[in-house]
């Protein structure tokens, strides 16, 4: 009962001494007035006007054009190939690693990795391992073979020797 009692006590007395709703409502008023008020967007000066484009301009076209020099077999390495086969990868592999098993200075032929130009092509990027006969060491030759799709003719080009061994006819 005492415990009773200490909490009605309590509560009549925060009821009594709690500020009346015009006295809140006068605070809540002088408490906005003393607010200071800040800019919501500084505007910044402006030096030039840009015009505004209301039409594309032109489409431009640009032609590529590859040149290929005339083939001119000056370095050793580039004795021509003849009896090229290129109907498919596998003749082009055989007719290369014959090819340079009968260069100068080469003991045997090991193998070639073909590489692709682009996915869907079949000119390719071969690179014909062999075994050098004057050191021994493991070499490569290059060739990029080109066949003929998209306006290319058939060819051989030694990237190493930067020249054609069976130029495009």
């Not at 709703?21 to 906005?32: D, E, G, N, S, V």
């Not at 840009?50 to 054009?65: G, N, R």
């Not at 006969?133 to 306006?151: H, M």
Request: hydrophobic share 35%.
């Amino acid at each position: 009962m005492k415990h009773f009692l200490l909490i009605i006590t309590t509560a009549f007395f925060l009821v009594a001494c709690a500020p009346s709703p015009q006295a809140m409502r006068t605070a809540f008023a002088q408490t906005q007035e003393v607010w200071t008020k800040v800019p919501t967007q500084t505007k910044y000066p402006t030096q030039t006007r840009y015009p505004t484009q209301t039409t594309m301009p032109p489409v431009v076209e640009t032609k590529i054009f590859v040149w290929t020099h005339v083939p001119q077999n000056l370095n050793g390495s580039c004795k021509p190939i003849t009896n090229m086969d290129y109907e498919d990868n596998s003749k082009i592999m055989v007719d290369l690693q014959a090819y340079v098993g009968s260069l100068p200075d080469v003991k045997s032929v090991s193998y070639v990795i073909p590489e692709k130009l682009y996915i869907n092509t079949i000119s390719s990027l071969y690179h014909v391992q062999y075994i050098s006969n004057s050191d021994g060491k493991v070499y490569a030759k290059r060739y990029i073979v080109y066949v003929t799709e998209f306006g290319w003719k058939d060819s051989v080009f030694s990237i190493d020797g930067q020249c054609w061994i069976d130029p495009p006819k």
